[in-house]
């Protein structure tokens, strides 16, 4: 047999709400919060990072099949038998092959 109680369901929730307080949410929690922050923030950098690393290795190959190319003029300069400077836009002697020397 069940009995129903005479008291009201606005009562018995104003009796939880002070004796309990509202419910906690996991929001609630400083922690959880900061935790959220700092892993959205590694998130991003690791984005960043990523992107840096990629854009830069592509450069790095590009200079260095530049360099490469470089290298073979110079090599060929160094064969000839005549005095060779190379100069910069700021007339800075950047190679001289061995017929300078």
């Known amino acids: 047999m069940r009995r ?3 008291i ?4 018995l929730a104003e009796v939880e709400q002070t004796w309990f ?8 929690n400083v922690l959880v919060r900061w935790g959220l ?3 959205a923030m590694m998130l991003a950098a690791i984005l960043v990072l990523g ?3 990629f854009h830069y290795r592509k450069r790095s190959a590009e200079l260095s099949r530049d360099r490469a190319s470089d290298q073979l003029l110079i090599g060929a300069l160094d064969e000839v ?3 060779i400077v190379i ?3 700021n007339l800075k002697a950047i190679h001289w ?4 020397s």
């Open 4 to 6: 129903y109680s005479s």
């Open 8 to 11: 009201s369901s606005e009562y």
């Open 21 to 28: 307080g509202r419910s906690r949410t996991l929001w609630d």
């Open 37 to 39: 922050l700092i892993s």
């Open 51 to 53: 992107y840096w690393f």
């Open 81 to 83: 038998a005549a005095a």
């Open 87 to 89: 100069y910069d836009d």
């Open 97 to 100: 092959n061995t017929g300078l």
